[in-house]
């Protein structure tokens, strides 16, 4: 069966100090939590000046380390950039891909986020590949087909096999850091949307395998009729994975279903 993930994405908040001892918090607390980590995953994907000191405060069998982007290049004069080498030899295990930030700020498009997927998986680190409409798109009621695109121009280029090493998450731009949570029904909807694209690529098992994580003011208080849903396999937190407390609720949350 499908991993049930919560990934806390620090986005630029924290200094080393700070985000150390949050990784340490998360960690301690984590011991206490039986759970089988073939089937839930807890990941935390903190900024690139943290990610080697992060990586010796947590233990790897509760917690998987992420970034939060890499380069579209392997190596050389990209100034600025870091890459998957980078990325790996600092103790990652995983990295986010095509946020939305990353889309609107930075102007990361399918065809540099093909490239990124690609270095990524030729490099066993998980892709954690980032979709969502933004709000217009909603109310135009074209949502549907803005994912599916992002979905198609980039994800199913991939073989079957490199497929099932990625996991989704869905973002809705307009639920992002805005507190404006998207209902259990219409977060569930996209998630089934997304799963029946899967399944006519490549088959019904692929798509029942795939981890599809929601993303967007999911927080503790909105946590348990999101992650009751059959199709919404844990979440991707932004805000409230910056506070050890909420984040391990929204763990707890997601071990009880
Ligand atoms: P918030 O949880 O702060 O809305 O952010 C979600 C997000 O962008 C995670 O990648």
């Known amino acids: 069966m499908r991993k049930k993930i919560i990934a806390g994405n620090w986005k630029m908040?924290?200094?080393i100090n700070s985000g150390l001892e949050l990784a340490k918090t998360i960690n301690e607390s984590l011991k206490n939590l039986v759970f089988n980590s073939k089937e839930y995953g807890v990941v935390i994907a903190p900024p690139f000046t943290h990610l080697y000191a992060v990586s010796k405060v947590i233990d790897n069998k509760f917690i998987q380390l992420s970034a939060q982007n890499i380069a579209d290049n392997e190596?050389?004069?990209?100034?600025?950039?870091?890459?998957?080498?980078?990325i790996k030899s600092a103790g990652a295990t995983a990295t986010i891909l095509g946020h939305s930030e990353r889309r609107t700020y930075y102007g990361e498009n399918s065809s540099t986020l093909s490239k990124k997927l690609n270095l990524a998986i030729k490099n066993n680190i998980l892709p954690i590949f980032c979709i969502g409409e933004i709000l217009a798109e909603r109310e135009?009621?074209?949502h549907f087909n803005v994912v599916e695109k992002q979905?198609?121009?980039?994800?199913?280029?991939?073989?079957?096999?490199?497929?099932s090493?990625?996991?989704?998450?869905?973002?809705?731009?307009w639920a992002i850091g805005t507190?404006?949570?998207a209902t259990p029904e219409q977060a569930q909807e996209m998630h089934e949307f997304i799963r029946n694209l899967i399944e006519k690529k490549y088959s019904k098992n692929i798509a029942q395998y795939t981890t599809i994580l929601y993303g967007g003011s999911c927080s503790p208080s909105n946590a348990e009729g999101l992650?009751?849903?059959?199709?919404?396999?844990?979440?991707?937190?932004g805000g409230a994975s910056l506070k050890a407390e909420d984040f391990l609720k929204l763990i707890e949350i997601r071990l009880k279903h």
């Open 13 to 15: 908040n924290t200094d």
């Open 75 to 86: 190596k050389g004069a990209f100034t600025g950039e870091v890459s998957v080498d980078m």
């Open 140 to 142: 135009k009621e074209i």
């Open 151 to 163: 979905v198609s121009e980039v994800l199913f280029n991939l073989t079957v096999e490199d497929f």
């Open 165 to 173: 090493k990625v996991v989704i998450a869905y973002e809705p731009v």
């Open 179 to 181: 507190g404006k949570v």
């Open 227 to 237: 992650f009751s849903k059959p199709d919404i396999d844990g979440g991707l937190i």
